[in-house]
C-alpha cells in the first residue's frame, strides 16, 4: 500500500489550499478514508472522514474544520482530496491521508499559514 499526499505549503491567513492524496496497491474504492493533522507539539487530530462505495455519503468533519473545509474523492483516480478555505493560522500542521479500516497513514505534506 502507499499513500501519496501532495499539495501543502505556505499560505497567507485566508486563502486556500487542495490537498490531494494518491492511493495505490488498495482496491481504493472499498475503503473509508480520512485526513488527519498533526500541529508541532500537538497530538494528531481528525480532520475529516469520506466513506467507500459502500458507504456512500458518510462524511464528518471536526468541528474546528466545518463550513471551511471539503473532502472528497475520486475512485477512478483512486485520489482522496481536501479543499480548505479561509485558512487560518490554527491550521498550521503535518496532513496525513488515512486507510480507515487497515489503519494505514501516507507520509504528510506540511501547510504552513501565515498570519
Known amino acids: 500500500v502507499q499513500l501519496q499526499a501532495f499539495g501543502g505549503g505556505l499560505v497567507q491567513a485566508g486563502g486556500s489550499l487542495r490537498l490531494s492524496c494518491k492511493a495505490s496497491?488498495?482496491?481504493?474504492?472499498?475503503?473509508?478514508m480520512g485526513w488527519y493533522r498533526q500541529a508541532p507539539g500537538k497530538e494528531r487530530e481528525l480532520v475529516a472522514t469520506i466513506g467507500s462505495v459502500s458507504n456512500v455519503g458518510s462524511i464528518h468533519y471536526a468541528d474546528s474544520v466545518k463550513g471551511r473545509f471539503n473532502i472528497s474523492r475520486d475512485n477512478v483516480r483512486r485520489t482522496l482530496y481536501l479543499q480548505m478555505n479561509s485558512l487560518k493560522p490554527g491550521d498550521t500542521a503535518v496532513y496525513y491521508c488515512?486507510?480507515?479500516?487497515?489503519?494505514?497513514w501516507g507520509q504528510g505534506t506540511l501547510v504552513t499559514v501565515s498570519s
Open positions: 496497491g488498495i482496491n481504493f474504492r472499498l475503503y473509508d
Open positions: 488515512h486507510v480507515q479500516s487497515i489503519n494505514y
